[in-house]
């Protein structure tokens, strides 16, 4: 960006202006002294020594002019040059009073230039030459002030000349820094609006007035403001694309995450329908297992009737066996009576023999009755070991019953406990499965929410670009030049970093 020229005095061209008009004031004023000089021609002055009186005075200005425009010698000679025609129309018409006007409409045009020194200057030569002309004129010299010479009206002359000054210069300054204000305001606004830009580097401009000092540092303010806000501007355009670039991932990440939630929902659903079912079967598990126990119970109930049936068995056996003592007993005496009598039959001869033939078949008998005992002893002692042997079998199958029956009803007891920890199980898959169901329909609005979100970043990046399209039409200079527009910090990275992996 190139930069603006200085800016000049704004009072120059009014100062050459000025130049200007006292050379036209200034030619009016020798023109006018003609006549006045052939009018009121004095005794003892030629018409052509006061012509040249005429364009010796007139010189200074006319020099001033041409070699001095806009410059304070240039104003200061125009001002000498008035100044003294309207002396020279004082001395020519002998001190006249309406000629004296002549010093109030010059200090007025002098007022053309806003600046207080050449209309000071114009009042100092006037007053030098009333006092001096006054006092010379009193003194016989043949030079006029006024008609005669009055000291005290010199004196009220020049104080309506100090008055007219005074508010002359205070005009002439308080005008000067009015057109010093409009002219570095203008200067000022002329420099912001260069073509399609809004230029706010002013800093090369001068400003010298409390309103265009009040203005440039308004504007200064502006630039570091629109320079704040383009880099904000930056920053919240690359944010916005780097929150939408994030916002996708984290959208696409959500959605992957809503599809597992899905699928660990219809697991967990199996799993609750397999929980449940196993519940079932343990319950159903637990009913058998309390009727095994139950038949196990009256098992074990009938072995003890058999134990004590058998018991009774074996002692019906030792009674049967001591009743076949009692026979064997009985048949060893027949026996023996059987024998004694065939002893006495063989004593008494013939007649004993039928006698000794009963007596044989008794003893016969008898052997044999003691031979069947003695048998059937030896059965029942048989059945009474094998009862006894069946009793302490039936004992132990009744021990073992017992057994059974406690373990089947420890198996009962732990089953029931599965049954009421599958209960609570399928209690709480049920609960996680319904807190499961609330994250899937949480984890869905995510994903709207997600996707809202990354519209409203990208709408805000779009405004953000808008917005710096905007502000790009405001030209920084220096400022602009040594902070360019750059990208912000990247913030999707740390974003990503920090988001889950799907």
């Known amino acids: 960006m190139t930069t603006a020229p200085a800016l000049h005095d704004p009072l120059l061209p009014i100062y050459r202006r000025g130049d200007l008009a006292m050379l036209i004031a200034l030619a009016l004023y020798a023109a006018a002294s003609v006549p006045i000089l052939l009018l009121m021609q004095r005794p003892g002055l030629s018409l052509g020594a006061e012509l040249a009186w005429l364009v010796g005075l007139s ?34 018409s002998a001190g006249m009073i309406e000629f004296h006007f002549g010093v109030f409409v ?25 006092v001096a002309f006054d006092r010379l004129q009193a003194a016989g010299w043949g030079l006029y002030c006024l008609s005669e010479p009055n000291f005290p009206v ?30 570095e305001v203008a200067a000022l606004a002329d420099s912001l609006a260069r073509g399609e830009h809004v230029v706010l580097d002013v800093a090369h401009l001068r400003a010298t007035t409390p309103l265009a000092q009040r203005l440039k540092d308004v504007i200064g303010r502006i630039a570091g403001a629109v320079s704040g806000i383009r880099s904000a501007v930056q920053q ?39 929980v449940q079912h196993s519940a079932n079967a343990a319950r159903t598990a637990n009913e058998l297992a309390a009727q095994a126990a139950d038949t196990t119970r009256r098992g074990g109930e009938t072995v003890a009737q058999v134990v004590s049936t058998m018991g009774e068995i074996q002692a019906s056996s030792q009674k049967i066996a001591d ?47 003691a031979q069947a005992a ?28 017992d057994d059974i029956v406690q373990a089947i009803q420890r ?45 409203a970043a990208e709408a805000l990046r ?38 889950p992996a799907r």
């Open 59 to 92: 010189l200074p200005g006319v020099i001033g002019f041409a070699a001095l425009r806009g410059t304070l010698a240039g104003r200061l000679l125009l001002a000498t040059s008035l100044s003294t025609l309207v002396m020279l129309h004082i001395q020519v």
């Open 106 to 130: 010059t200090l007025a045009l002098l007022m053309t230039y806003l600046d207080w020194r050449p209309v000071v200057w114009s009042a100092a030569l006037f007053a030098v030459h009333h």
């Open 411 to 455: 198996v009962a007891d732990t089953i029931g406990e599965i049954t009421h920890t599958a209960r609570e199980q399928s209690e709480g898959i049920g609960q996680v499965n319904a807190a499961m169901g609330q994250l899937d329909q949480s984890t869905q609005q995510n994903a709207a929410l997600v996707e809202q979100s990354a519209a």
């Open 236 to 274: 919240i355009e690359n944010a916005a694309g780097e929150i939408a670039g994030g916002t996708q991932d984290l959208s696409r990440r959500t959605e992957g995450a809503a599809a597992s939630l899905q699928q660990t929902a219809a697991s967990l659903q199996h799993l609750t329908d397999t």
């Open 154 to 183: 010199i004196l009220l002359h020049a104080a309506y000349v100090i008055v007219q000054t005074g508010f002359e210069v205070v005009l002439i300054l308080w005008l000067a820094r009015q057109v010093r204000d409009n002219a």
């Open 374 to 401: 003695r048998e059937i002893k030896t059965l029942i002692e048989t059945s009474v070991a094998k009862v006894q042997a069946g009793s302490a079998q039936v004992q132990q199958a009744g021990q073992t019953m």
């Open 323 to 369: 009743i076949i003592g009692v026979i064997d007993g009985i048949a060893f005496q027949t026996n023996i009576l059987a024998l004694n009598a065939a002893v006495e039959a063989a004593r008494a001869g013939e007649a004993g023999r039928g006698f000794a033939v009963v007596a044989g078949e008794v003893r016969a008998l008898a052997q044999r009755s």
């Open 462 to 499: 779009e405004q953000a670009q808008r917005l710096l399209q905007a502000v790009s039409v405001f030209q920084l200079g220096a400022a602009e030049a040594a902070a360019p527009m750059t990208r912000g910090p990247a913030l999707g990275a740390p974003m990503r970093a920090q988001l």
